[in-house]
């Protein structure tokens, strides 16, 4: 499994108390098993706040390192900023002039690269920045 049983109930535990709606609950509920579906939808219902969620339970219950890819750099760097904000230990990898100015504190090459890499809890990129060094601890 994904994690203990225990650890499992915690997670759901929590999901009930961050104010989700039913389907973002759903979405946040699959990511506990072991088969991780995509995270999809039109503009305006909550992909950011559940994928925010749903790597923020991971860290907390051990699961990291956590890759976190999208399409987009926006998408990419708005899951970023929330999880910053929560005091995620992140790493930004990509093209600076690609990344928001934001993000651009968390990216690779400022905080040292590999080493950097290595140490956070969660790294974030596109899906065609998904390889190395972002994926260094796979």
Known sequence: GLASA??????????????LTESQKAAAGAALTPRLPPIQGP?????????????????????????????????VDNIGALLAAAGVNIV??????????TMKPYL?????????VAAADV?????????PPCRARA
């Open 6 to 19: 225990p650890a499992l109930e915690q997670a759901r535990a929590q999901l009930e108390a961050i104010g």
């Open 43 to 75: 503009p305006g219902t909550g992909k950011t706040r559940v994928a925010t969620e749903i790597v923020k339970l991971w860290v907390g219950m051990g699961l990291g390192p956590v890759l976190v890819a999208a399409d987009s750099n926006v998408a």
């Open 92 to 101: 930004r990898c990509g093209r600076p002039e690609a990344v928001h100015d």
């Open 108 to 116: 690779a090459d400022k905080l040292g690269g590999p080493p950097a």
């Open 123 to 131: 790294v974030l990129c596109t899906c065609t920045a998904a390889g």
